[in-house]
């Protein structure tokens, strides 16, 4: 007998049995269902992911710190004292960092593959403000060229340029509270930045203050302030494709580095450096650029391993998804071990005028496990139906509640998986089939046609 009229006679039979067929296969489809929105949450989380990187940042950016500890949280517990080693608050707790120094910054922007190189600085200023408005605290740092970033108002250079030495791009946060009308009012507005430095003294310079009477000790003790003033070129708004919405002060390497000599002159901190961003000269490999730097003992991260970083977790959040789907798949496996069971025994006396007719065992136990088949591809096929359904009609709304921007969807989805997910889910039932299959192969055509 021909596979193809085994498969055409399965179909048949379970038309006679509509019900305990359509309730077996929604036992498959709920299994189909939570496995189809895995695979299109995850394909979505990922081109989401990839999205993030590709158009924020820079793929000729390197990362570097001084050890490669620093992007695993840093080291804990008690260390060895090193000069250039500073001690964080994280959120894994208290970490020792080592740090940069000058040294290390110079010889990595010596290198013949690196075009440039921008330390992180550290900048201690005490408030930002404007004329008649009040003092708010503010976080300053460089401006990234290698980060693209959205705007509310203004304008920002693209990436490999950096904003000039007057200038600033501020958080929108401070629109309202440095008395603007909104973003495009501040665009152009001065706004100024100060910063106060305590003095280190030293046993000779506190001695002659000494002898120098009160004022000479409150001099020598007034700590030294400075006040930098800034034209606001960009107010930064939250991307959609953005990891964090923008929360610091940016003004250009050049200031930054002045700033942070300024805040860290006569302080352990002063040519330290928590880690650098370097951009590698177009053309070459930043994974080789990589190689060769960790070579040297610094650690590096380039884009590729921060995608790398988005997608272990993306997948982690699949692995836990698919496992409830597969729950519901082995409790759907036992539906269809069951229903076929109950069909061999109400089919005896089919079964042995089958084989009297000359249909030999192994097509009778085909026959079984295509009605299997037919059992998994119609739960599939419902399944996969009613998560494409469900996620297109959802994909608008989840955008909206998770931010995403518009044309980033959550749910992605493609039909080779689906397809392959339908055709795992058919030899499952297979697989599920073959035992009840296998008696009806075994059922002696006399015994069967007495049976009553």
Same mark, same amino acid.
């Given at each position: 007998m021909r596979t193809f009229d085994i498969i055409r006679r399965a179909g048949r039979s379970l038309k006679h049995a509509k019900a305990r067929t359509i309730l077996t296969s929604l036992a498959i489809a709920v299994g189909a269902f939570t496995l189809t929105l895995a695979i299109a949450a995850g394909e979505g989380a990922r081109e989401y992911a990839n999205t993030l990187l590709t158009t924020n940042i820079d793929p000729q950016v390197l990362a570097i710190a001084k050890d490669p500890s620093f992007f695993q949280g840093g080291q804990t517990g008690p260390q060895e004292y090193d000069p250039n080693t500073t001690l964080q608050q994280r959120a894994t707790g208290r970490a020792v960092i080592k740090q940069l120094t000058q040294d290390d910054i110079d010889a990595i922007a010596a290198r013949s593959d690196i075009a440039s190189v921008s330390p992180q600085y550290t900048i201690n200023a005490q408030y930002i403000t404007r004329p008649d408005q009040k003092k708010y605290t503010v976080d300053v740092t460089q401006y990234d060229s290698g980060v693209t970033q959205t705007v509310s108002a203004g304008s920002l250079p693209p990436l490999r340029s950096g904003i000039t030495d007057s200038q600033i791009a501020l958080p929108e946060a401070y629109v309202s509270l440095l008395g603007f009308k909104d973003p495009v009012d501040a665009i152009g507005k001065s706004v100024t930045i100060h910063l106060s430095r305590t003095p280190t003294l030293t046993q000779a310079e506190i001695t002659q203050a000494i002898a120098g009477g009160a004022a000479a000790l409150q001099q020598l003790a007034s700590p030294d302030v400075k006040d930098f003033t800034f034209t606001v070129v960009a107010i930064v708004g939250k991307s959609a494709t953005s990891l964090t919405?923008?929360?610091?002060?940016?003004?250009?390497?050049?200031?930054?580095?002045?700033?942070?000599?300024?805040?860290?002159?006569?302080?352990?901190?002063?040519?330290?450096?928590?880690?650098?961003?370097?951009?590698v000269k177009v053309g070459v490999d930043p994974a080789v650029v990589k190689q060769a730097l960790v070579a040297k003992g610094y650690g590096v991260q380039t884009a590729k391993d921060l995608q790398s970083l988005l997608f272990t977790i993306v997948n982690v959040l699949q692995g836990i998804v698919f496992?409830?789907?597969? &729950? #519901?798949?082995?409790?759907?496996?036992?539906?269809?071990?069951?229903?076929?069971? !109950?069909?061999? @025994?109400?089919?005896?006396?089919?079964?042995?005028?089958?084989?009297?007719?000359?249909?030999?065992?192994?097509?009778?136990?085909?026959l079984f496990q295509f009605e299997a088949a037919w059992i998994g591809f119609l739960g599939g096929i419902i399944g996969a139906a009613v998560?494409?359904?469900?996620g297109l009609v959802l994909n608008p709304w989840i955008t909206n509640m998770l931010t995403l921007g518009d044309g980033n969807y959550l749910l992605v989805f493609q039909p080779i998986p689906i397809a392959v997910?339908?055709?795992?889910?058919?030899?499952?039932?297979? &697989? #599920?089939?073959?035992?009840?299959?296998?008696?009806?192969?075994?059922?002696?055509? !006399?015994?069967? @046609?007495?049976?009553?």
């Open positions: 919405a923008a929360s610091s002060a940016e003004v250009s390497n050049t200031l930054a580095k002045q700033l942070s000599e300024f805040s860290t002159q006569g302080t352990s901190n002063y040519h330290k450096y928590n880690f650098a961003s370097a951009s496992g409830f789907g597969i &729950l #519901a798949l082995i409790t759907s496996v036992f539906g269809i071990i069951n229903t076929q069971y !109950i069909s061999v @025994l109400e089919r005896t006396r089919e079964i042995g005028l089958m084989k009297a007719l000359g249909m030999r065992g192994r097509h009778v136990s085909r998560a494409v359904i469900a997910l339908i055709i795992i889910l058919m030899l499952i039932a297979m &697989l #599920a089939g073959y035992f009840p299959a296998r008696r009806a192969a075994k059922l002696d055509p !006399i015994e069967a @046609l007495r049976t009553e």
